[in-house]
């Protein structure tokens, strides 16, 4: 039976069938090996992190993933044996995969590295797409399809920004990795359907952007996303989506925060000053849900069914 080896799939990383070896360089190899900075390990570390993540998974199929560590000694008496190979990151891979096909020589290998460095992955740039979600009678309908003002969405994501008590503003680390996070707002408004796919497009756009260098400081919400008309009359659930962007620990609390109680009066006041660009002004205390982007169809149901059975509409327009 033939067996498949991969090599140059990762600097420092090869696959044999099932297994796949990815060396784990320790600061001074790496900057032997690559040169660079600090900062650059750290990034390394994270894409690394980012490469295996697939095969954990198994999104490639059954892959059992062996990290082993960088032991420049027992690589060179392995070269040593096999003329002809250099010093670089793909015969890396080879050793590696060689340790791992050995238990007793990859816990040999353990042994002489018993911490091995983690990827900062608190760090790591990432943008998570949410949403200020409200049911409005369907004669507001006409007013969604709009884009907002850039100045709109600004002053709604600053309102939801000044809640997020003790986390610093968005500071750029390196193409991979940031400090703090900043709220970034959409032109527009959308319904539930396809809302989980505007998610997708809207986290790429942004983490592609800041991979480029910039942060950008507004997404603009496709038409066929849209909230569409209703013909029949009743209500209909729209949201404001906007993006959570930064290091993805303080993505993390930056949500918790949001789907907490104690952010309910920003939040309705970020959704009035969005809706009101709009020309629809909602009363006060007109219930408002943060959640995320990608959940809004699942709860689209739910939102509907809480909706109040007035004849006057709670908003003017």
């Known amino acids: 039976m033939r ?5 140059g799939i990762f600097p420092g990383a090869a696959r044999r ?37 697939p095969a954990y998974a198994g999104e490639r199929g059954p892959v059992r993933v062996k990290r082993v560590p960088f032991v420049r000694a027992e690589f060179e008496r392995w070269v040593a044996r096999h003329p002809g190979l250099g010093d670089t990151p793909d015969v890396h891979g080879a050793w590696a995969l060689e340790v ?11 042994r002489l590295t018993p911490v091995i460095p983690r990827a900062p992955v608190e ?29 709109a969405a600004e002053d709604a994501g600053r309102l939801l920004k000044g809640v997020l008590k003790g986390c610093p503003s968005l500071s750029r680390l390196s193409p991979v990795r940031a400090s703090g996070v900043e709220v970034v ?6 319904g ?23 942060l950008l400081p507004a997404v603009h919400v496709p038409r066929r996303f849209r909230p569409g008309v209703s013909r029949d009359g009743g209500w209909s659930v729209v949201a404001w989506p906007f993006l959570l962007a930064g290091a993805a620990g303080d993505v993390l609390y930056a949500g918790q925060v949001l789907a907490g109680e104690e952010a309910a009066d920003a939040e309705e006041l970020a959704m009035a000053a969005v809706l009101g660009a709009a020309g629809v002004e ?8 943060c959640l995320p982007l990608q959940d809004l169809s699942a709860v689209a149901g739910r939102l509907l069914a809480q909706a109040p059975e007035e004849e006057e509409w709670p908003v003017r327009f």
């Open 192 to 214: 539930p359907e396809g809302a989980d796919m505007l998610c997708v497009e809207l986290e790429g756009r942004v983490e592609l952007a800041w991979l480029k260098g910039e």
């Open 185 to 190: 707002g959409a032109l527009g408004f959308c």
């Open 17 to 53: 069938d099932s297994l796949l070896a990815a060396v784990v360089y320790g600061p001074e190899e790496y900057a032997r090996v690559f040169g660079g900075n600090p900062d650059g390990y750290q990034d390394f570390l994270i894409r690394q992190e980012e490469f295996l993540r």
């Open 3 to 7: 067996r498949m080896v991969s090599f």
């Open 282 to 289: 909602p009363d006060p205390g007109w219930p408002v849900r």
């Open 100 to 110: 791992a096909s050995d238990p007793a020589w990859l816990r040999d290998v353990e």
């Open 123 to 151: 760090s790591r740039f990432l943008a998570e797409g949410w949403c200020l979600a409200v049911t409005l009678p369907s004669p507001c309908d006409w007013a969604m399809g709009a884009a907002l003002p850039v100045d």
